[in-house]
Structure formats: C-alpha cells, structure tokens
T-cell receptor, first 113, second 115 residues
C-alpha cells in the first residue's frame, strides 16, 4: 500500500533563510512524487514533481525538491524564504502502476519577517 | 478558464438530504479524482476514474456515496442521506495519463455544510 508521511505539522523560518519541508513515502513500485501548496480558501496548486531522472527537481516560485531513493524521501527546499511562501504544503505519491495519488497530512509553513 | 471547474462552490444542506456535486475536468484529461478534505488535513482519496470507468473506490466511502463519469468527461458525486460528519471540502482533480505520469490539477472545491 502507498503512504506518505510529513513528520512536521509546522515549520517556522525567518525570511531570507533556507527552508526545508520533510516528506517520506512508501510504495510498492517506482514512485511518482509531487508537492502541492494550498493558500487559505484556495485549491491545491501544483509545485513540482519527480518522475525519473535527476534527483533534484525544480518547480514553481523558486522551490526545489530532492529525491532520495535509499531514504525514501522527497524533501521540499528553497534557498531563501519569502513571507509570501507561508501556506500549507502537501507531499503526494503515486506508484508506477498508475493508481491513485495519496497525500500527506500537510505541513504549515510560516515565514516571519 | 481551462482549469478544473467545480459546482457549486458552497452547499448547505439539512441532515438526511441528498446532495450532488459536479466536476468539469480539463479538456482531454482522461483521469479524474475525487478527494475529501477537512480543515487543516490532507486530501483524503475517495475514488477515481480512467475515462468513464471507475477504477477504485476508497473503503472509507460508505454506500451513501456514489460517483459517475458517464461519458468520460464531467463527473458527479452524490451523497445520500447526508450526515453532519459529511461536512468537508470536496475536491476534484484531473490529469492526463499516457506514458508515465503527469500531475493532477485541482478545482477550487465544493464546501459542504450539513446542519
């Protein structure tokens, strides 16, 4: 069975500092991994994905994520946080058998000025 | 607007009533998902379609819930005999699955309040 874990309910970072939001996953086959962001009263917006290839993937708004197969992780990163990055972030996974997408419980990112 | 469209955006209903939500996916997307999200939680998978075929339905979904995608385009989600525990945001997403995977694009959701 597929599963996703986001171990931190909340991450607090000062503006301008680097940020990391953690995600680990479990699938039976090869993983397809995604990050989404949700602003208040808005739908989920796609940030980036890992399908195959380079372990470091770049996405929207300066975010990037690193796929680590041995640690089954897909952590979201940004070199310099902005106050406008404050939102709810969800990691998601689908295995290569093309089944459903499973989401983590979310991490609330708070960037202080 | 060529994104995923959901209607209505908000629905207030009395306990015991039936409700139906509609989702119009991005044109030519062959996969359509339904999720449920409660405040501060991650989206919970309900069901998904590949074209008009419903391929999986969550075991958490009671028999009061049913979804259709009759022509492989728009989809409806019906909840019969609503209960207060059904109050949540219902999200629809679509994607194009050809070779490998693409991301799913989400609609704004339908917020259901059962009173």
């Amino acid at each position: 069975a597929q599963s996703v874990a986001q171990p931190e309910d909340q991450v607090n970072v000062a503006e301008g500092n680097p940020l990391t939001v953690k995600c680990t996953y479990s699938v039976s086959g090869n993983p397809y991994l995604f990050w989404y962001v949700q602003y208040p009263n808005r739908g989920l917006q796609f940030l980036l994905k890992y399908i195959t290839g380079d372990n470091l993937v770049k996405g929207s708004y300066g975010f990037e994520a690193e796929f680590n197969k041995s640690q089954t992780s897909f952590h979201l990163k940004k070199p310099s946080a902005l106050v406008s990055d404050s939102a709810l972030y969800f990691c998601a996974v689908r295995d290569s058998s093309a089944s459903k997408i499973i989401f983590g419980s979310g991490t609330r990112l708070s960037i202080r000025p | 607007d060529t994104g995923v469209s959901q209607n209505p955006r908000h629905k207030i209903t009395k306990r015991g009533q039936n409700v139906t939500f509609r989702c119009d996916p991005i044109s030519e997307h062959n996969r359509l998902y339904w999720y449920r999200q409660t405040l501060g939680q991650g989206p919970e998978f309900l069901t998904y379609f590949q074209n008009e075929a419903q391929l999986e339905k969550s075991r958490l979904l009671s028999d009061r819930f049913s979804a259709e995608r009759p022509k492989g385009s728009f989809s409806t989600l019906e909840i019969q005999r609503t209960e207060q525990g059904d109050s949540a945001m219902y999200l629809c997403a679509s994607s194009l699955i050809v070779h490998g995977s693409t991301e799913a694009f989400f609609g704004q959701g339908t917020r259901l309040t059962v009173v």
